[in-house]
């Protein structure tokens, strides 16, 4: 790995990153642990995630790529939340594949893919619901992870508390729907 690949990759203790798997974290140390599964001889994070004040997690410095990123900025999550409308929902036709895209769209670690994945479930979860029949267990889990990935990360991106980023999430829809029907 070149010099310049390392400073891209590279995050410092104090910086605020996105998990795959368990969502906002802040890096709290990196070095070689002395624990008995990690390999003594490469360096990880020491990750605290946000949300989950018990947990703690390791990863290798290097090989990250797609399991840890930088939080968005504030810019970025004024973007994202204006850019909502036009994000496509999932295109599931198989129901037996439907648990595999919610899968890939959750662990892509990206906020458009937490979106898509939220906006096809909700409308799933909707159309069911407006002919009768039951929510899908699946829909329900999938769409709450992805609420907790993308509230979480917004929240820290935006300064705001993460209970809040629902609400300001529906007023600037609102905001942006009054402004276009007074165009």
């Not at 690949?5 to 906002?24: I, P």
């Not at 797609?66 to 036709?93: G, T």
């Not at 990935?149 to 705001?160: C, N, P, Q, R, S």
């Amino acid at each position: 790995m070149s010099v310049n690949e390392q400073e891209v990759n590279m995050f410092k203790v104090g910086d605020q990153v996105v998990h795959y798997k368990e969502g906002v974290c802040e890096v709290t140390n990196i070095g070689r642990l002395d624990i008995r599964c990690s390999d003594r001889e490469k360096e990880y994070y020491t990750l605290k995630p946000l949300y989950n004040a018990g947990g703690t997690l390791y990863m290798p410095v290097n090989g990250q790529e797609k399991q840890l990123r930088k939080v968005i900025s504030s810019n970025e999550a004024r973007e994202l939340i204006a850019d909502m409308p036009n994000i496509d929902i999932l295109n599931v036709n198989d129901e037996k594949r439907r648990e595999l895209m919610y899968k890939e769209a959750l662990f892509k670690n990206q906020c458009r893919s937490w979106v898509a994945l939220m906006k096809t479930s909700y409308i799933r979860k909707k159309e069911r619901l407006a002919v009768g029949k039951k929510v899908i267990n699946v829909d329900d889990r999938y769409l709450n992870s992805a609420e907790k990935f993308l509230y979480g990360e917004l929240a820290v991106a935006l300064d705001i508390p993460k209970e809040k980023v629902r609400e300001y999430i529906v007023k600037k829809m609102e905001k942006k729907k009054k402004n276009a029907l007074a165009a």
